[in-house]
């Protein structure tokens, strides 16, 4: 595609039910990254991914959360067991390798928990 | 650790004034970037500028980077409402994930 698409654009869910967000990079873009941004502040990293190399899990908040990006190409972001504090916008990027060109991001899943 | 931290943290300014904000961060790098967010979705990029340059230019925007005091600048020169946004930048080192700092609330009055 000619950008970065997320979905579900907005989700809604109970406290306690499990959520799964898809990102699509951009074709190409070996690095993959997860953020997310609570309201007015900065982003929080997740995880990365770069190529076939394990990986870069540090940034994932609780073992609730986990990641997999299948084929290189698709990434799916899991929440399981939601809490309130989980209620944020969760923002998908791919790159090329290195960051050369900079970070190309989707518009982003709004979690609701309630 | 938190890397590239921003000041401001809010800058208010009026149509036609330039508007500079300014990122610092810890390690080493290989390039730094900045991006802007409007209204709390997707960042777009908007400048990169490698570890061994000292400026950039693109259009009405100039970055400086100094390595040695590991900060870098964003300038917006004659800024136009529609430049009101949060600014953030970004360090990137080589096969590590970008790491940004907080961000800098840009208002551009009219």
């Known amino acids: 595609g000619a950008g970065v698409s997320q979905s579900p654009s907005n989700k809604v869910t109970e406290k306690g039910k499990d959520v799964e967000l898809r990102c699509d990079p951009i074709s190409g873009h070996t690095a993959l990254y997860w953020y997310r941004q609570s309201l007015g502040q900065g982003l929080e990293f997740l995880i990365y991914?770069?190529?076939?190399?394990?990986?870069?899990k540090s940034g994932l908040p609780s073992d609730r959360f986990s990641a997999e990006r299948t084929g290189g190409s698709v990434s799916t972001l899991t929440i399981q067991r939601t809490q309130q504090e989980d209620s944020a916008v969760y923002l998908c990027a791919s790159s090329l390798i290195g960051g050369e060109g900079g970070a190309f991001f989707g518009q982003g899943t709004r979690l609701t928990v309630v | 650790s938190q890397q590239g931290e921003e000041d401001p943290q809010a800058l208010s300014i009026q149509e036609g004034e330039n508007a500079t904000m300014n990122c610092s961060y810890k390690t080493s790098i290989n390039n730094l970037q900045w991006y802007r967010q409007n209204s709390g979705r997707g960042l777009v990029h908007l400048i990169l500028?490698?570890?061994?340059?000292r400026e950039k230019h693109s259009g009405r925007l100039r970055v400086t980077l100094d390595t040695s005091k590991k900060s870098s600048s964003l300038l917006i020169t004659a800024s136009r409402a529609a430049d009101t946004a949060s600014y953030f930048c970004?360090?990137?080192?080589?096969?590590?994930?970008?790491?940004f700092g907080p961000g800098t609330r840009l208002s551009v009055l009219p």
């Open positions: 500028i490698r570890s061994n340059e």
């Open positions: 970004a360090t990137v080192r080589y096969g590590q994930n970008f790491v």
């Open positions: 991914f770069q190529g076939n190399s394990a990986p870069d």
